[in-house]
């Protein structure tokens, strides 16, 4: 049997780009990356092509390690930890993702070490000796985020080492003026350090023919790589002074990681390794997705990651790839769809601001698949878009009035009228097969939308068809025929079901959740057991029964959900995110009363003492940063609280076993002192 929908067949890799482990994503983060991906790779299993949907948190970045130095935690602790509040939120949003994981897995870290050998062998790494800031106090290197300063570009004083985020300027930590060390406050010293580079340069006339070459790519995309092409391709930084991320393989590259960047883009390959290895254990099915030229892979991704993914990336599999024999070779991209930004009523999205919604808040404030489908319906397709507490009202009111609407009329009438079953189908007159004509083209035009990435087009064609569907009933009001030709009513409502399990499959990838709703109301199978295909005019047979149907969509009032959404803003501490702790979270801590015994300066650190404290049972050393604040006479002879169970830690190489509580407001700071005498070692509870 020869099926249309075989032209199309194919074998895919659907990815969206790696949220940053640290942050929780918000609207415009999902709608650019996970959600629209989700939507395309729910299309292709409704026409059953084989696809497997793949993304992960990227765990290796800056913030995450900078924010754990800050807190006193292991970076890997604090990295799966948020991982796993992201993956829940995305299983929440009903991503069906076939493998969501994390950059911080053995499969992910041995292969990238061994595909960066093979390119080395390659000969497209490069080793070069660069200056670099150093922090004398923490004692290391100062990539990217760990340094911040003032923007040489806009002055703004808040930038960092890798980007201003006032002008967006890309920087690299030199530029910045007036630097300091973001774990301590520092002024950073220069140093010397070795560091390996991918050869760009050897791969531009290869880069620039993929990109003139690939006409599927979206024109902006292209544009933008072709601009950074003819500048010229620079070497490329792949290794950084950090503790934190995958050890470099290289010869002498010990005590420094590999770029995040360019192994986060790797998790596209290494998470479908896994997939087949550990989640359906199948590991031939990672050369037959990866390695087949044949297979296509699509990246979702916002268009501020576009370079990453069709210069770097690519880049990267070029390299790799080299003399390898056909069907050892990683495919290369097959397109890109990249979004434009969403704003929120106009401003960017900023979390220290409190201007936007996280997709955690969304949930507390409408159903999902309000949220679904009022992102999708305004896509930032062409341009940036706003999110508005106005539009989302209305589009809201658009499902209900066209989709909503349309459904419950039919359904309702046949259970009153006709005892619950699909009733008879007659000879079709001009106005049917009108209407019919519609619902057989939709499948048409939505699946070639949907096939080009049109998502936004795509789900407002298939509201206009839920829009036919009322006019279609309007025109041939079965509510007057009912009443001198039953047969004829029943016809009108056989040819309705068929449009509303139509409806039910179209709205299968926007919003899996009511689709899965409508179609058990029409007692037919779900949507993972039916295909695209089966859209037509004579799927639901007569004599079918139907379950009692309630309304799809509750009404609501936006002014009450805007009010939820203002407490939630109130109540949200603005930066970062503070959690609960429990009484016995509380009491792992060990605080107790210390006598200052005597104080020094520490050596070339203007701002720190060293302090022997006396805890009654045993006496300790304690570096802190009182020297601005406190004489020494001030604090000789005082008896303070210190948390003694810290890990300790270096400080200018006096190691401190502890740390004295202090009240810190800007620049006044006061240290903690209990009002009574106590005993030494009395613990504070
Ligand atoms: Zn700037
Ligand atoms: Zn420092």
Known sequence: MINLANNHMGKWIVTSAWPYVNATPHLGNLIGSTLSADVFTRFLRLNGEEVVFVSGSDSHGTPVSVEAKRLNVPAEELAFKYHNIIKDLHERWKISFDNYTITHNPTHIEFVQKMY????KNGYILEKEIESLYCDNDDLFLPDRYVEGTCPNCKDDGARGDQCDKCQKLLTPLELINPRCAICGNTP????????????????????????????????????????????????????????????????????????WSEAVLGYITAVKEWAEKVINEP???????????????????????????????????SYNNDKKKGEQFVLPYNVSSTEFLMYENEKFSKSRGIGIWIDEALKLAPLDYWRFNLLFNRPETSDTSFLWSEFDNNIKTLNDNIGNFIHRTLTFIEKQFNSKIPERMEDDEIDKKFIEKLNSIRVEAGESLRNFKIRKAIRDIVNFG???????????????????????????????QAVYALAILLGSFIPETSNKILSYLNAPELSKITWDSINDHTIKAGQRIKKPEPLFQKFDIEDIKKEYKKLKEEKPKEGEKELISY??????????????????VPKADKLYKLSIDLGTEKR???????????????????????TNLEPRKLRGILSEGMLLAAVEGDNVSILIPDKDLPLGARIE
């Open 117 to 120: 050998l093979d390119i080395q």
């Open 189 to 260: 010293t220069v140093k010397k350090t070795k560091h390996w580079y991918l050869d760009l340069p050897k791969l531009q006339d290869r880069l620039t023919k993929l990109i003139e070459e690939n006409k599927i790519i979206p024109s902006n995309a292209r544009q933008m790589c072709l601009n950074m092409l003819a500048e010229g391709l620079h070497e490329r930084a792949i290794t950084r002074d950090l503790d934190w991320g995958i050890p470099a393989p290289f010869k002498g590259a010990e005590n420094k990681t590999i770029y995040v």
């Open 284 to 318: 031939k099915k990672f050369d037959y997705f990866w390695k087949d030229s044949e297979t296509k892979t699509v990246y979702f991704i916002g268009k501020d990651n576009i370079i990453f993914h069709l210069i770097l990336f690519p880049g990267l599999i070029l």
């Open 467 to 497: 829009k036919e569907g009322n006019i279609y009933l309007n025109e041939k009001a079965p509510w007057h025929l009912i009443k001198k030709d039953k047969k004829a009513a029943g016809h009108v409502f056989n040819i309705c079901s």
């Open 584 to 601: 016995e979270d509380f009491q792992k801590l060990d605080i107790r009363v210390a006598l200052v015994e005597n104080v020094e300066k």
């Open 621 to 643: 050393t304690l570096v802190a940063g009182l020297a601005e604040h406190y004489k020494i006479n001030e604090l000789k002879g005082k008896k303070i609280i210190v948390l």
